[in-house]
């Protein structure tokens, strides 16, 4: 093997649940080619984003450091004022600096395909794919090969570059719409997607709805989104997660593409591969249709599966211990051999792949902050959260969950557990204290107030419902 340094390619996804892969027991095969993948390294069950949604997850495995550092705690971050233009840049602040900014300085050239300011500061080129938001009225969305078609000829030059390069991918399959293409949209499902919610007299194959979408449209901050790209007269919510479910299986047979062509060039041998997901996904769960906002388990544990050609011991393993996206970029530099100054706030993974480390972290503190705002603590038991204010879907202030007896979070325990409340309570305090020494910097989730940047559904429903809570 060459000592040229190792070629690097992450699948940042967007939007993806690690409980729906089949290499995470799903019930259905929805990744085979991710499995297979999966088969020739490391996956670690438990995987968390702990800042939802899409940019401060990002910036955190981009980074290497937590919502302090970075102060991204929202989607759309404002970033640093312009004097010039008089305009917010939306980018990361100048002191904290991106995995291709410091691949740079070892020679690697980069290019970053579905992101560009914020958090993906730093690539050498930027390219976005075509057709990735599209409505029921456009067609099928094939939202991955669209991504492969402006991929492939940025990986062919990187590659004949002879430089080592890094290359990140930011799949939307996962993301609504759900439009996969055929044969995946009847993939995982063959009924009548409009049947009538009522047994009809003549009710020959007819099965009971047992996800009605009523309570989906009856939702009206997302109403109209949700008619934008579902079929009209839809009633069966199964529909919607076979829908999901089939976008899954689309990347998956496209992101196989991908894979054969390093093969093809020769690569593959050389380039450590990782698949991770910014955030996961609600589909019908918690009253929180298909979307990504939540901090409920199916929103917050992601997939994380590392691949490095080098290390043929590692495949098939799979690491339990707790691991967040700011354990990415010092994994990285790991294992590709590079020595950083930058103290970040993750820790490398690849104690806990050699057996060396039971666990990253034994608690830690979660955020969401762009539909709604809050903050809370998670250890291995328990999850505790509380709102910093009233949210648009009613939810209690505060939730507590037993993780071990109540994984699915039906039963929120915070009235009947007031002492484990204030215990996990204080702990959060405490550590939100330490970070805000360390860093010089306050707790970014203070700085921002929801409600006003709201770019999908109904504003002033929010703002009421908000109003209406204060009052109450
Ligand atoms: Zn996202």
Redesign the pocket.
Known sequence: MSDKPLNLVVFGV??LRADHLSCYGYKRLTTPHIDHLASRGVLFENAYSAYI??TP?YAAMLTGMDTFTTQVVALGHRGQLDPKTGKYDGQLTPEVKTLPEILRKEGYISACVGGERGPWRGFDRYAHPPRQWLAWADGRADKAEQLNNVTLPILEDMVQSGKPFFLFLRHMDP?APYLPPAPFERMFYSDNECRPYRKPKDAKGWKPITKPMRPVFDFKPFAEFFKSWMPSGITDGEYVIAQYDGALAYMDACIARLLTRLEELGVADHTLIILNG??GETLYDHEIFFD?HGLYEPTLHVPLIIVDPRQPKWAGRRVKGFTLHQDLVPTVLELLGIKSRIKFDGQSVVPLIKGERVTNYTEFYITECTWMRKRGWRTPVWKFWEALEPDFHNKPLVELYNLIDDPEEHNNLADKEPQVVETLRARMLAWIEKRKKETGKGEPIQDYHIGLEKRIGSIATAQQLQAQKGQG
């Open positions: 967007d939007s949604p899409t997850a993301h910014d955030h990504h």
